[in-house]
């Protein structure tokens, strides 16, 4: 009886250390591939930052752009109320 506790014993604490050698590996499958997941995110990022940083310059260009299609308006808009006041003194 007691060899076959002893061999209960070793039994045990083999499936033991087999379980925590599996865990461990589990664990460092899952740390990886959490690696992984976050590498692809941060490139996602890096891209996702190039691309909304070239909108911006875009964004920023339409505006100088659309701003000197104001003042033009503006310019003009004045230059009719000139020539709108020298026709009502002639």
């Known amino acids: 009886m007691r060899i076959e ?3 209960l014993v070793y039994t045990v604490a083999l499936v033991a250390t087999m379980t925590g050698v599996a865990a461990t590996a589990v ?3 899952v740390y990886g591939n959490l ?3 976050r590498d692809a995110l941060l490139n996602q990022r890096a891209h ?3 691309v909304a940083d070239g909108l ?5 260009d339409t505006q100088k752009q659309l701003d000197s299609v104001n003042s033009y308006l ?5 230059a ?3 020539v709108d006041s ?5």
């Open 5 to 7: 506790l002893k061999l």
């Open 27 to 29: 664990d460092t499958q």
């Open 35 to 37: 690696n992984r997941s």
């Open 48 to 50: 996702l930052q190039e």
């Open 56 to 60: 911006k310059r875009r964004m920023d």
């Open 74 to 78: 503006r310019d003009t808009d004045n």
């Open 80 to 82: 009719i109320r000139d």
């Open 86 to 90: 020298a026709l009502r003194q002639y």
